[in-house]
């Protein structure tokens, strides 16, 4: 038991995270002007529409940007750092954030990631990994 | 007031010293004070104080026809600038007190993980361990890639706020000494791009201004501060959110205000730039358009933000050397630039500021606010 936080499931977020569970990484689309978004949103952010289904993401996607955290917040991450926390911009163009699971000194804007799934209690987390 | 450790001291022994600097100062009345804005307190213990004007209504015995609490993080001392004046062209107030304390506790077990979800979104982003310094990273880093902004460009900043705070008798790294570029990359990393002395020193303190009428303002000091613009802008809540990292609010808030004082920023002789972190103040000389975008970190390594400089920017130490005052943050930001137009900064007055911005943001640079004060109407 890490206590690392495990995120709460929602009416809001229930959909992605169901799909977590399933190895897919969803991302809503607006069924009226197609727009994709994060699972944050109740509403579409570009049309304020509330009809909504959703497409699995490939997945892949490179470092927009990323901070090497040397001093953990709390105690569940003492045993972590270095780590590596990025903002993965989606092939979808979609941004979200991260950790990547890589050596912290190597880590640079640009570099392709690959996602992966990582379970806390009995939810699923979306998690990166160099591309390769 | 003097940031420092007051161990001994709540927020409220702190708003109390407060109010009773500014008695002395400007030797007001309960009865002439008719307005209160000030901001919660208690946040950096995950224990928000959100009605801190009822309580402080009730200690002062005020009878204010305008007052609220006001929560926009560093933010909130920029918008009680408005908010006053509006009340007060309004016919609502004659003077507006405008108080903020703070303490800057240091995150202890279990109120760093509740800070977290106040900042970050509790089921895509704190999963993954950020913080304050982390999350500013990420918009550094972008900042940094995107302007071709050095390691070595951003530590320059913090070298100058140290400069500054060395003239500056209340700044907490006052006497402390000089400090290099060299000494900034090689303190401890906290969080990459930024290691210890890039940070603000965590800090307990506060401030008060005095929005009032101008014939009032007269009585009570020979050279008050004119507001002459100002302009706000509340850019996405979080940093997943935004769209664009290295254009903050600060675009947008700065050319209202410019536009406002009809004036451009070549018309601005000092700058009070909030700096959590040492790049900030260059992601916000870029936005605001004091520089072209990517020679921000040549700007201050020319040393025209310095001491003696053609530019100063944040003359009192600002948060890095200054202080940080946790709640009251951005008030510092706020009362040095009120100093600099009333002439009044002591050692580090800089002769002849005719126009001087302040900038504050609140959260991680989501909330935006530039005031420009003159010595003019």
């Known amino acids: 038991m890490s206590g690392k936080p495990v995120p709460e499931i929602t009416p809001l977020n229930r959909v992605f995270f169901e799909g977590t569970a399933a190895g897919e990484l969803r991302l809503c689309r607006c069924m009226k002007c197609g727009e994709l978004f994060r699972y944050v949103h109740p509403l579409c952010p570009e049309c304020w529409s509330d009809s909504f289904d959703y497409v699995v993401s490939s997945g892949k996607g490179k470092i927009e940007s990323y901070t090497v955290m040397h001093m953990p917040p709390y105690e569940a991450w003492a045993a972590d750092v270095p780590y590596v926390i990025a903002l993965v911009r989606l092939e979808e163009g979609v941004r979200m954030m991260a950790n990547v699971d890589m050596d912290a000194n190597k880590v640079a804007i640009d570099m392709p990631v690959d996602v992966w799934f990582e379970q806390r209690d009995d939810v699923f987390i979306p998690q990166f990994r160099p591309a390769g | ?377």
């Not at chain 2, 408005?82 to 279990?110: D, H, Q, Y």
């Not at chain 2, 965590?202 to 009428?213: F, I, N, Q, W």
């Open chain 2, 1 to 377: 007031m003097r940031p420092g450790r007051y161990t001994d001291q709540g927020p409220y022994d702190l708003f109390r010293s407060l109010l009773k600097d500014a008695i002395t100062r400007w030797n007001i009345s309960p009865k002439m004070v008719d307005g209160l804005l000030t901001s919660p307190s208690g946040q950096s213990q995950g224990q928000t104080d959100a009605y801190v004007h009822d309580k402080l209504i009730s200690e002062f015995a005020l009878k204010p026809r305008f007052a609220e609490t006001m929560c926009l993080g560093g933010a909130s001392f920029g918008v009680m600038v408005n908010r006053a004046m509006s009340a007060v062209r309004e016919g609502r107030a004659n003077a507006v007190l405008c108080i903020g304390s703070g303490k800057f506790l240091k995150p202890s077990e279990g109120s760093a993980e509740m800070l977290a979800k106040t900042i970050a979104e509790a089921d895509f982003e704190v999963p993954y361990g950020p913080f304050i310094p982390g999350l500013y990273a990420l918009i550094a880093r972008r900042f940094m890639h995107e302007r071709n902004i050095t390691r070595e460009d951003i530590a320059r900043v913090a070298v100058s706020a140290r400069k500054w705070a060395l003239l500056n008798p209340d700044a907490r790294m006052y006497g402390k000494g000089e400090i290099t570029v060299e000494d900034v990359i090689a303190s401890r990393p906290i969080a990459d791009p930024f290691n210890y002395l890039d940070c603000s020193i965590p800090s307990d303190g506060g401030g008060v201004v005095l929005v009032t009428r101008a014939d009032i303002g007269h009585q009570l000091s020979d050279q008050p501060a004119y507001v002459k613009g100002y302009g706000e802008y509340h850019a996405c809540g979080t940093i997943s959110g935004a769209d664009v990292l290295n254009e903050t609010g600060a675009v947008q808030s700065g050319a209202e205000a410019f536009a406002q004082a009809n004036l451009t920023p070549a018309d601005i002789d000092v700058a009070q730039l909030y700096d959590a972190f040492s790049a900030t103040p260059l992601i916000l000389l870029e936005n605001l358009g004091f520089c072209a975008p990517g020679t921000s970190g040549d700007f201050f390594n020319s040393g025209a933000c310095d001491p003696g400089g053609r530019f100063p920017v944040n003359t009192y130490g600002g948060l890095l050397s200054y202080g940080h005052t946790g709640d009251s943050s951005g008030m510092s930001v706020l009362v040095e630039g009120a100093r600099q137009a009333m002439g009044q900064a002591g050692a580090r007055q800089i002769t002849g500021a005719e126009n001087v911005l302040v900038h504050c943001y609140g959260g991680m640079m989501y909330d935006h606010t530039t005031l420009i004060l003159g010595r003019q109407p």
